[in-house]
């Protein structure tokens, strides 16, 4: 946004008269909003960017919003839950149950953490692959595992609870857990009710997917050069400070009853209710970004600052383009407190992963990402280059893998204490240049006109990743829409199923379509079904199902699918497929209930 910005203006008109009510006093002491030459209205001044109200709005908006997020698949989950990443973090514990025996140290309960389990399936994967190795050593490795199974989102745990992802085999444990305090945890008990908060034994094993870039940061930039005598005085180090608006206050009526007062005093008052109130609206704030002069003793991280812009410079080279207007550094201080605390909450052998989308080079550094909004929830790219300068010779061990990964996916591992072997492990299993070459591979498969190379490039991904749920499905989509193989695409989406039945809508809505073509039209509803039980506004499936209802002449069932898949098909890509299905059926139904009429009233002249 322009950084012209002024003048006063009026307020929103009237909304919710309940909400409206909760804030009435707050807006009695306002001042007038600041309205800018747009239109946009003023709700917060500048404010640190990892403080801003866009960040504490996404912040919030995760125990609430997250479980409808994976379901419409807005947080980009499948690179961790196809299986690939599970099996790699299984063989890392393994080698730490490896270790640890040869030590002779084995403990008898082995207490595995996950943070941020999302839909689960990673956790359940990489359970899967443990217990198949323990057996294949002949080993109790599994049967020790005590697991606990947490997220911020009570909702996220009650869902992979109610899917019985975990085998009753294993200790398995709920509970919400904010990783800023991961020695503590409040328990779940069966009926989803909060416990008293318990203390986590020592942890041996921590995962934790795409958390970091949840965490608060900030963004800094170091002048080109030092200042001149004449300027002795000025501040070398800038601060990026952001001024947020309400953009297009006419569209609020489509997002919130609040009016723009409203908006403006839950703002004012802050806090858990507010910032869930405030999160249907996020997509019309606009952010004005600056830069402001930061004082020596402003910030207590300025050491770390200084030695991460050092490290850029001396890698790009001062003549870098990237480093005209000064040395950017994001820094990820939320990110490094967690992996402090968690460091102290592990076991004096235990190791945590962390795999996110992160900046690991000079280059990538000093263009930090910016904020990226999955739904409400905001995250940033985590500074990878910082941390690994901010632990270098600390009490923690913060090791990188072979290779970083491919499209700045990046795993770290950390430990207390020096562990060849695991290390060693997560070295190879995580390596970068293993995994793009998978990705190589399956690129390839995506790019191939011919079907039948395709499926073939397909085959070969599927040879190092077995039980990769998603190549099985992009396989499928291949087989049925360009290969016309309905009896492979139908093989492809049960194999596929066999791996993940519980939120793979796609795979039921595939195995719907091939069974469709291949004339099974009752086993085909079926799987169009039990794509909506897990998605219940898949415009695709709910079409699939439609149009099976209308060849069996079941019009009002249609309709009511036909109903659902055009408010779904928000994009509008099916809209002229379900219209024609509507006309169809309509036609259809006319000419059913005319048939019906006529065969009453020849029942009734006999």
């Known amino acids: 946004m322009a950084s012209n910005k002024g003048g006063k203006g009026g307020n929103g008109g009237k909304g919710d008269a ?55 698949e807005q947080v980009p989950h499948l690179a961790h839950d196809s299986g690939s990443l599970s099996r790699r973090h299984a063989a890392v514990l393994l080698a730490w149950c490896e270790a640890r025996a040869a030590e002779d140290a084995l403990p008898e309960r082995i207490v595995v953490v996950e943070a941020g389990i999302g839909t689960g399936l990673h956790l359940c ?8 190795a323990s057996e294949e050593r002949g080993v109790d490795w599994a049967e020790r595992l005590l697991v606990w199974v947490t997220d ?45 908060p318990e203390e986590l034994p020592a942890i041996h094993a921590f995962f934790a997917n795409y958390v970091l870039d949840l965490m608060p940061m900030d963004l800094f930039r170091r002048s080109p050069s030092a200042p001149s005598a004449e300027a002795s005085d000025a501040p070398r180090w800038q601060a990026a400070l952001v001024r947020t608006w309400l953009s297009e206050p006419a569209a609020l009526s489509r997002h919130t009853d609040l009016d723009v007062d409203g908006i403006r005093a839950l703002v004012a008052r802050g806090g858990p209710g507010a910032w869930a109130a405030l999160a249907p609206i996020w997509s019309l704030l606009q952010l004005e970004l600056r830069t402001f002069p930061l004082q020596d003793d402003d910030h207590p991280d300025l050491a770390l600052l200084e030695t991460v812009a050092d490290a850029i410079e001396a890698e790009l080279g001062a003549d870098h383009e990237a480093l005209a207007e000064g040395t ?8 490094l407190t967690v992996l402090q605390r968690i460091g102290a909450a592990l076991a004096e052998t235990g190791f945590g992963v962390f795999r996110d989308v992160a900046l690991v080079t000079a280059a990538e550094a000093a263009v930090p990402r910016g904020l990226t909004h999955y739904g409400p929830t905001t995250a940033v790219g985590v500074s990878f280059y910082e941390i690994d300068r ?46 793009a070459a998978v990705e190589a ?36 989509k291949v087989a049925l829409e360009r290969g016309r193989n309905a009896r492979l695409a139908a093989l492809l989406a049960r194999e ?111």
């Open 496 to 606: 596929g199923l066999r791996i993940n039945a519980v939120t793979a809508a796609d795979l039921w809505r595939l195995l719907g379509d091939a069974l469709w073509a291949l004339g099974d039209r009752a086993s085909a509803y079926a799987a169009y079904q039990a794509a909506l039980e897990i998605r219940p506004a898949d415009p695709h499936a709910h079409y699939g199902a439609a149009f099976v209802d209308g060849e069996r002449g079941r019009f009002e069932s249609a309709m009511r699918h036909i109903g659902e898949a055009l408010a779904a098909d928000h994009d509008g890509n099916l809209r002229a497929d379900v219209l024609r299905l509507l006309d169809a059926c309509l036609r259809g139904q006319t000419a059913a209930v005319t048939a019906e009429r006529e065969r009453l009233g020849r029942r009734a002249g006999r």
């Open 152 to 196: 911020v989102s009570s909702e996220l745990l009650d869902k992979a609870r109610s899917r019985n992802l975990f085998p009753e085999r294993f200790d398995v444990r709920y509970g919400l857990l904010d990783v800023v305090r991961p020695e503590r945890v409040l328990p779940l008990d069966a009926e989803g009710r909060l416990g008293e």
């Open 441 to 476: 591979r399956v690129a390839g498969a995506r790019n191939q006109t011919d079907p039948n190379a395709a499926i073939e490039a397909y085959r070969a991904a599927l040879a190092e990743e077995p039980d990769n749920w998603v190549l099985l499905l992009e396989a499928g």
């Open 328 to 335: 950017v550094v994001l820094h990820s201080g939320g990110a």
């Open 125 to 132: 994967y990489l359970l899967r692959h443990f217990v198949a």
């Open 390 to 435: 901010a632990m270098a010779g600390g009490a923690l061990r913060f090791c990188a893998p072979a290779h970083d990964g491919p499209r700045a996916q990046a795993s770290r591992l950390l430990l207390r204490r020096e562990d060849p072997a695991v290390e060693q492990a997560f070295a190879v299993a995580l390596d970068g240049d293993a995994l």
């Open 18 to 72: 309940e909400q409206n009510a909760a804030v009435e006093s707050e807006q009695a002491a306002f001042p007038p909003a600041e309205v800018a030459e747009d239109g946009a209205i003023l709700l917060e001044d500048w404010t640190p960017l990892g403080r801003c109200l866009d960040v504490r709005l996404g912040r919030a908006a995760w125990p609430t919003h997250a479980a409808s997020l994976f379901r419409d």
